[in-house]
C-alpha cells in the first residue's frame, strides 16, 4: 500500500510571493492533517480537511489557508511569504474510527530568502 | 491548556545500553498517546498509540508504556540503527478531533 505522498519535496521562494503544497493521503483515508515543523516550535497543527470541509485549523494567521478535493487529496497555500515561513510541511492522513493514528509523508523543505 | 513534555532533550547511549524516554502530559481527556520516531530529512514515523493507564506496547527493541499521567518510551539493547529523534504526541477530548499535539522530542544517538 502506497504512503502519503507530498509534492515537492524542496521549494526555494522569495519573500512575498506565494507558494502552493500538495498532499496525496493513503487510498481510502479521508482525513488529511497539515503540520508545519520548524527547529524552534518543533511540530505545529495547520489544519484538517475531512470530505473535502475543513474540521479544524491551528494558530496560524490567514495567510494559510487549504483546500481538499473529491478523491481526498489536498492542497495548502500560503500567499505573502515571510521568512520565517521557512520550515518543513508535513501532512498526514488517517482513517476515521477509533484509532485516528495518524501517518505522515515525508514532508516539503520550504526555504524563503 | 494540552501540554506535552518530553525529556531528555538528547540521549547518548552505547550500543546495548538500555534506557528509557519520558513523555509527561497534561489534557482535558486523553484521547490517545501516540510515538513517532523521525530520521532527519523526513516525516515522523509511526510507532505506537496507547489509550488507556496500564497499557503497553512493543515493537521489536521498543516498548511503550502509559500512566495517568506520562509515558515511556523504553529501548532495549539499542543498535545504532535506533539513532533518531522520538516524539510523543496526545490528541485529547477538549481538543479538536485530529489535532496532535507534540512534544519537542528527545534526539538519541547510539554509538557502536
Known amino acids: 500500500k502506497a504512503g502519503v505522498t507530498q509534492t515537492p519535496r524542496y521549494l526555494i521562494k522569495t519573500r512575498g510571493q506565494q507558494v502552493t503544497l500538495s498532499c496525496s493521503p493513503i487510498?481510502?483515508?479521508?482525513?488529511v492533517s497539515w503540520y508545519q515543523q520548524t527547529p524552534g516550535q518543533g511540530l505545529q497543527f495547520l489544519f484538517e480537511y475531512f470530505s473535502e470541509t475543513q474540521r479544524n485549523k491551528g494558530n496560524f494567521p490567514g495567510r494559510f489557508s487549504g483546500r481538499q478535493f473529491s478523491n481526498s487529496r489536498s492542497e495548502m497555500n500560503v500567499s505573502t511569504l515571510e521568512l520565517g515561513d521557512s520550515a518543513l510541511y508535513l501532512c498526514?492522513?488517517?482513517?476515521?474510527?477509533?484509532?485516528?493514528?495518524?501517518?505522515f509523508g515525508p514532508g516539503t523543505r520550504l526555504t524563503v530568502t | 491548556e494540552d501540554q506535552v513534555t518530553q525529556s531528555p532533550e538528547a540521549l547518548r547511549l552505547q550500543e546495548g545500553e538500555s534506557s528509557s524516554l519520558n513523555c509527561s502530559y497534561t489534557v482535558s481527556g486523553l484521547r490517545g498517546l501516540f510515538w513517532y520516531r523521525q530520521d532527519p530529512g523526513k516525516g515522523p514515523e509511526f510507532l505506537f498509540t496507547?489509550?488507556?493507564a496500564g497499557e503497553e506496547k512493543e515493537k521489536e527493541r521498543l516498548k511503550a508504556t502509559l500512566t495517568k499521567k506520562e509515558s515511556f518510551l523504553h529501548i532495549t539493547a539499542p543498535k545504532p540503527e535506533d539513532s533518531a529523534t522520538y516524539l510523543c504526541a496526545v490528541r485529547s477530548y477538549g481538543g479538536a478531533t485530529n489535532k496532535l499535539i507534540f512534544g519537542t522530542g528527545t534526539l538519541l544517538a547510539v554509538q557502536p
Open positions: 487510498s481510502g483515508h479521508r482525513s
Open positions: 496507547l489509550y488507556s
Open positions: 498526514a492522513s488517517s482513517l476515521e474510527g477509533s484509532s485516528y493514528e495518524q501517518y
